[in-house]
């Protein structure tokens, strides 16, 4: 920890002034000493709350004080601080809102064995959000991400667990810019182990259900209409397949049960079809109340910003 905290590099072109903020979520070592030692300012949790609250407390402690630019990046030693800079850059220069640490771009400069399993479990994630998010990625499960003040005010993480991909989904529902910058990382972490990901199967059974809740708000007639699709074609198959029995035989039997389940799933199909509608007008609708809650949050940062203004022109 005091090595990274050591290692951020304070000369960053276009940044004036620079704070570094530790999350302590529950900890039950030094975390909080050693940040604390080595000038960071330490945000505590009395208990572990999980990644996704430790995430929204350092995204708030930040725009509380004020931050333009915000980047979140892991202490297990993977990332090199340093590389603050170029991740930075496309935000500095007003070329993207959300920029993302890539490990697996065009020119990948990942170093290390990673397991097949993260390897295949990220292509996965990748081509379902891509597909859920309108944007081809090739890295959604990256820690080290830097992103602006309004990119901050908009993300609202319910998640106690995971709250990469939420975010990621948030921010491209709002239209924000976001772009990959490859960077140098090492597959395998240099401190400690992980206790979000230790094994495959229960990085799945805990980011599984948030990732479907994430997709399902993010594009429900997407969600909702393909189950849909997908039950009329069973429906109808199973269906078809009596109908050319009986058109052979003259009988349906012994198949007379399966028109059963194929009436039920043109009807299941049917009613996943209007849940598709009005949960896509319930996004909608939610998505304004979003937009409405965004210009509270901005009105109120604006009026922050004055105040501090004012203290300092009275200094």
């Given at each position: 920890?005091?090595?990274?905290?050591?290692?951020?590099?304070?000369?960053?072109?276009?940044?004036?002034?620079?704070?570094?903020?530790?999350?302590?979520?529950?900890?039950?070592?030094?975390?909080?000493?050693?940040?604390?030692?080595?000038?960071a300012r330490v945000v505590r949790?009395?208990?572990?709350?999980?990644?996704?609250?430790?995430?929204?407390?350092?995204?708030?402690?930040?725009?509380?004080?004020?931050?333009?630019?915000?980047?979140?990046?892991?202490?297990?030693?993977?990332?090199?601080?340093?590389d603050i800079r170029l991740l930075?850059?496309?935000?500095?220069?007003?070329?993207?809102?959300?920029?993302?640490?890539?490990?697996?771009?065009?020119?990948?400069?990942?170093?290390?064995?990673?397991?097949?399993?993260?390897?295949?479990?990220?292509?996965?994630?990748?081509?379902?959000?891509?597909?859920?998010?309108?944007?081809?990625?090739?890295?959604?499960?990256?820690?080290?991400?830097?992103?602006?003040?309004?990119?901050a005010l908009r993300v609202d993480?319910?998640?106690?667990?995971?709250?990469?991909?939420?975010?990621?989904?948030?921010?491209?529902?709002?239209?924000?810019?976001?772009?990959?910058?490859?960077?140098?990382?090492?597959?395998?972490?240099?401190?400690?182990?992980?206790?979000?990901?230790?094994?495959?199967?229960?990085?799945?059974?805990?980011?599984?259900?948030?990732?479907?809740?994430?997709?399902?708000?993010?594009?429900?007639?997407?969600?909702?209409?393909?189950?849909?699709?997908?039950?009329?074609?069973?429906?109808?198959?199973?269906?078809?397949?009596?109908?050319?029995?009986?058109?052979?035989?003259?009988?349906?039997?012994?198949?007379?049960?399966?028109?059963?389940?194929?009436?039920?799933?043109?009807?299941?199909?049917?009613?996943?079809?209007?849940?598709?509608?009005?949960?896509?007008?319930?996004?909608?609708?939610?998505?304004?109340?979003?937009?409405?809650?965004?210009?509270?949050?901005?009105?109120?940062?604006?009026?922050?910003?004055?105040?501090?203004?004012?203290?300092?022109?009275?200094?």
């Amino acid at each position: 920890m005091g090595a990274l905290l050591d290692a951020i590099p304070r000369d960053i072109p276009g940044v004036a002034e620079l704070e570094t903020i530790v999350v302590d979520d529950g900890s039950t070592d030094r975390t909080a000493a050693v940040a604390e030692r080595h000038g960071a300012r330490v945000v505590r949790h009395p208990r572990n709350l999980g990644t996704g609250r430790a995430f929204m407390s350092g995204v708030q402690s930040a725009l509380a004080d004020g931050a333009d630019v915000i980047v979140g990046i892991d202490a297990d030693g993977q990332f090199s601080p340093a590389d603050i800079r170029l991740l930075v850059a496309p935000i500095v220069t007003g070329e993207a809102d959300v920029a993302l640490c890539t490990r697996f771009g065009p020119n990948s400069k990942l170093t290390g064995r990673m397991p097949w399993t993260k390897r295949a479990g990220n292509w996965l994630l990748c081509k379902i959000i891509s597909l859920t998010a309108g944007q081809e990625f090739t890295d959604v499960s990256c820690g080290f991400r830097a992103f602006t003040r309004d990119a901050a005010l908009r993300v609202d993480v319910h998640s106690d667990f995971e709250y990469i991909h939420e975010s990621l989904l948030a921010w491209r529902r709002f239209g924000q810019r976001v772009v990959e910058v490859e960077l140098p990382v090492r597959a395998e972490r240099a401190i400690g182990e992980s206790r979000i990901a230790s094994s495959l199967s229960y990085y799945a059974l805990r980011a599984g259900p948030v990732l479907v809740g994430a997709i399902r708000d993010y594009s429900p007639l997407k969600f909702f209409g393909s189950l849909s699709i997908v039950a009329l074609v069973a429906s109808v198959s199973i269906g078809g397949g009596v109908f050319v029995h009986w058109l052979k035989t003259g009988e349906t039997a012994p198949y007379t049960s399966f028109i059963i389940v194929s009436v039920g799933g043109v009807l299941l199909a049917v009613l996943l079809g209007a849940v598709a509608l009005l949960a896509d007008l319930i996004a909608r609708l939610k998505f304004q109340v979003e937009e409405i809650l965004h210009d509270t949050r901005k009105a109120r940062d604006s009026q922050r910003e004055n105040w501090r203004a004012r203290q300092d022109s009275k200094l």
